[in-house]
């Protein structure tokens, strides 16, 4: 895969404290590492390491205590339109009340577009994840993995040019997390998206990825950035059987087993963002 | 029992015994002869003459009005206040002592100061009577439902840039609705017990002012029939709800059902 032109994300120096004084949390100490146009980097570390608040913070959802995220040069202070998110609880995510076509609309009502170009995104998303079939079931009538499938179908029908991907497939059984991985590596070659995606499953993270950034425990730094040159397209079972992959996986293994035989009082857990913040 | 067999004899059953118990009042009325309990004949006659023919325009529908008024009134405003109230938690802090305070209060308490400051006996304090009674269980359980709401939920929306009003449009008013029905059937039995409240303390038309003229003036059969009437519209306006809260919610059960397994 080719890493095309330049930069569009970086993370610099990006540093977060939950609250204040003798009970502050320090969850992330100092990240910094870029993403280029069409790259796939994977984010791992080990649990309780504010995977999920650097990629709130990424995104735009939570402001870094420290340090800044650059979108293409712009610092990031509200969630861009150029970025879509899916977040690892597929259920709590999607709208209940509403049909998998109204789910994946969502984004697209407040965005000015014709109606047949919404009704044309919504298609396509759908058609990429395969679920066209499925457009007036209600989400809770599908199985896990195929919700998480309209969660990523809504992403790519709000057309963004980078995709944050938040330990998404962590709640759904092997065989389908090996499905919906090749389903991303897929709608990154067809959607031409860059693709920046946490996760604690260090397999996933080399299989996917052009790079893997390993972080440490909290306070969160970055451990060691990884380059992954794996031949695409990557196959579940010919790319993990490569000399290479073995080779990385037990790399980035070494990297975060280190990391986790330190005290456990140190791990400390993700704390809850406060959830009441309006934009 | 297969299913259809099962669901007519539970509908038989919930008929049946309604009618044993109402001819079991008949043979005891019949054998009785006691004028403070007519027979049941007698009070259905009453019931047919006062009720569904001379009596209905002039007594029902003023009482089914002030009802649907009142009610419509306490769930618009119950939800546009709940909402907002549900999302922000200083306006809780400002606010929850009042509502508590006044959904403390007894509502006959009120109901004499009801008509000196609203200079009626009317129509007007009737509708705002029950309006605000019933506004408090919809307020509260807007609230509620609003608070409930899964912040993945939200910050899915603010991450696609969808604003605030489409937010509330799209999302809270939709996942507060089980909750808000929840109000909605506790304030619809309210209505009723207003209605007759206020009817029933000053009024010239209506369900309560046939009860209370019935009374004063010793006819017993209308006053029953009065009471039969009051009982049937209650139990129809809440199966009324029910029907329509069993379609608009229809994907609540579905869900609900989903995450149970």
């Known amino acids: 895969m080719s890493k095309g032109g330049g930069q569009v994300l970086e993370i610099k120096k990006l540093g977060k404290t939950y609250g204040t004084g003798e009970r502050a949390t320090h969850a992330i100490a100092d990240v910094s590492f870029a993403v280029e146009d069409g790259e796939f980097v994977c984010v791992v570390g080990p649990s309780g390491c504010g995977k999920t608040t650097l990629l709130k913070c990424v995104g735009g959802l939570l402001s870094p205590g420290s340090g800044e995220v650059l979108l293409r040069g712009r610092k990031v202070t509200s969630p861009p339109e150029e970025m879509a998110l899916v977040f690892q609880e597929y259920g709590r995510s999607l709208m209940p009340w509403s049909s998998v076509w109204n ?38 009538q599908l199985s896990g993995g195929m919700q998480q499938r309209v969660a990523i179908a809504r992403a790519l029908a709000y057309q963004p040019s980078i995709l944050l991907m938040d330990e998404p497939f962590a709640s759904v059984d092997a065989q389908t997390r090996g499905d919906l991985e090749d389903l991303v590596l897929q709608v990154r070659e067809e959607f031409a998206v860059t693709i920046v995606f946490v996760t604690h499953d260090i397999d996933e993270s080399v299989y996917l990825s052009d790079r893997v950034v390993v972080l440490t425990h909290a306070p969160t730094e970055v451990k060691e950035i990884i380059d992954v040159d794996l031949p695409f397209p990557r196959d579940q079972i010919t790319t993990k059987e490569l000399p290479e992959f073995a080779h990385l996986r037990g790399h980035v293994y070494r990297l975060i087993k280190r990391e986790q035989v330190e005290p456990a009082e140190l791990a400390l857990a993700e704390p809850v963002p406060e959830s009441g913040r309006r934009g | 029992m297969s299913k259809g067999a099962y669901r007519t004899a539970a509908i038989a059953a919930e008929i049946a015994v309604p009618i044993a118990i109402l001819a079991a009042w008949q043979a005891w009325t019949a054998q009785a002869h006691d004028p403070k309990f007519p027979r049941l004949s007698t009070i259905l006659v009453e019931f047919r003459e006062l009720w569904l023919f ?7 529908v003023p009482s089914l009005t002030r009802i649907a008024l009142g009610f419509g009134i306490a769930l618009l405003v119950g939800v546009a206040i709940g909402i907002p109230l549900g999302l922000s938690r200083w306006g809780r802090i400002l606010a929850m002592p009042h509502i508590e305070w006044w959904r403390a209060m007894p509502p006959p308490a009120l109901l004499p100061i009801s008509i000196v400051l609203l200079h009626s006996i009317g129509n007007r304090q009737k509708v705002s009577f029950i309006a605000f009674f019933c506004l408090f269980p919809i307020l509260l359980n807007t609230i509620d439902g609003v608070r409930g709401i899964d912040p993945a939920l939200m910050e899915t929306a603010r991450s696609y840039g969808v604003g605030r009003l489409e937010r509330i449009g799209r999302i809270v008013f939709p996942a507060a609705l089980p909750q808000i029905f929840a109000g909605m059937r506790t304030s ?57 809260e069993h379609r608009v919610l229809a994907w609540h059960r579905g869900w609900r059902a989903a995450a149970a397994q």
């Open chain 1, 103 to 140: 789910n994946v609309l969502l984004p697209l009502r407040h965005k000015k577009l014709a109606a047949t170009k919404r009704k044309t995104l919504v298609e396509e998303a759908l058609a990429a994840v395969g679920l066209t079939r499925f457009s007036h079931h209600y989400p809770w």
């Open chain 2, 188 to 244: 619809l039995s309210l209505a009723v017990i207003m209605m007759v409240l206020t009817e029933y303390f000053s009024s010239t038309s209506g369900v309560g002012y046939v009860l209370l003229i019935s009374k004063n003036t010793f006819q017993l059969a209308p006053m029953w029939a009065a009471i039969v009437l009051i009982g049937v519209l209650g139990y129809l306006l809440n199966v009324l709800l029910v029907l329509i």
């Open chain 2, 54 to 60: 001379s009596q209905f325009e002039l007594h029902v």
